[in-house]
């Protein structure tokens, strides 16, 4: 069965400082795989999304980026963090002709 | 510019009753469309699809259903339960197209009174 590890659960980073978040898929090849952030008020709002290995689209224009090393693997990261990129962030995959499979989130507090 | 749209950000109902959810869509390319339901530090959960081609798709309680001409769409919860209660997102999607994107609306709080 396929499964989905996003880690770590919570995370308390001071303004300034990188970020790395990483999520993994087992179970499927080839997924389409997402990051979306929820922030107060916003909804779920789809930061990047890649369809294969090396292959990014940015949604949102920030100092947020993503990588796909592998095809099961999707990292989310930043340089310098800023007290707007607090939020729960939910990697999610999908592949043809399933739904949407979401992790559990990360809840990044920036300070 | 918000292609998914659920304009309701809140909705209380009384146990029993019908719960009825609203997401209009803006991208005449979207031809399948997802409702997931969330609670607080969670991942959303799958409830339910419907793809272009049908108006309707019922499982269970819950029941989606697509106006494409009016570019809208309804989730039905009948009989609305307490354990309901959660924020529920509209997605929708271009299943045939390449680039693969999932597009959420910004979510409806549903809160089920006993």
Known sequence: SQTIHQ????LVQPVGSPLSLEC???GTSNPNLYWYRQAAG???????????????????????????PQDRQ???????????????????????????????GTRLTVV | DQQVKQNSPSLSVQEGRISI????????????????KKYPAEGPTFLISISSIKDKNEDGRFTVFLNKSAKHLS????????????VYFCAAQHYGGSQGNLIFGKGTKLSVKP
Request: charged share 10%; with cysteine; glycine share 8%.
């Open chain 1, 24 to 26: 993994t898929v087992e």
């Open chain 1, 74 to 104: 999707f990292i989310l990261s930043s340089k310098k963090l800023l007290l707007s990129d607090s939020g729960f962030y939910l990697c999610a995959w999908t592949s043809s002709g399933s739904r949407a499979f979401f992790g559990q």
């Open chain 2, 75 to 86: 989730l039905h919860i009948v009989p609305s339960q307490p354990g309901d209660s959660a």
């Open chain 1, 7 to 10: 880690w770590p659960a919570t």
């Open chain 2, 21 to 36: 959810l609203n997401c209009d869509y803006t991208n005449s390319m979207f031809d399948y469309f997802l409702w997931y």
């Open chain 1, 42 to 68: 916003r909804g779920l709002q789809l930061l990047f999304y890649s369809v294969g290995i090396g292959q990014i689209s940015s949604e949102v224009p920030q100092n947020l980026s993503a990588s796909r």
